[in-house]
């Protein structure tokens, strides 16, 4: 059975940090794409990061350098560590896998593989 559940969210104050975990079963990391999703409130879900089974990662504009995306193997955990947080940067983070890991889905049960999401909170 497929498995990917979130962890790490919560609520910080602007400029803070904050690292989500993924943890996955029933499918090796190591040989799929997998990528963080945003929703804020009503929006529709972007792909904020990606790290592909090769190791190359790939950022939004918006996340860029402030966002980092890992994975390790072993554990079959992927990471994103989040810093310099910014209000817009709260809502819901889902970790998704899929063979075509689109730059926006309307919802995340559009890809193949998805979590329940975390929530995260960012006061100004």
């Known amino acids: 059975e497929v498995q990917l559940v979130e962890s790490g969210g919560g609520s910080v104050q602007a400029g803070g940090s904050l690292r989500l975990s993924c943890r996955v079963s029933g499918f090796a990391v190591d040989d799929s794409d997998m990528g963080w999703y945003h929703q804020a409130p009503g929006h529709e879900c972007e792909l904020v990061s990606r790290?592909?089974?090769?190791?190359?990662?790939h950022y939004s504009d918006s996340v860029k350098g402030r966002f980092t995306i890992s994975k390790d193997n072993a554990k079959n955990m992927v990471y994103l560590q989040m810093n310099s947080l910014k209000p817009e940067d709260a809502g819901v983070y889902y970790c998704?896998?899929?063979?075509?890991?689109?730059?926006?889905?309307?919802?995340?049960?559009?890809?193949?593989?998805w979590g329940k999401g975390t929530l995260v909170t960012v006061s100004s």
């Open positions: 998704a896998s899929d063979e075509d890991l689109r730059t926006v889905v309307f919802g995340i049960s559009e890809l193949r593989y």
């Open positions: 790290i592909n089974n090769d190791g190359t990662t």
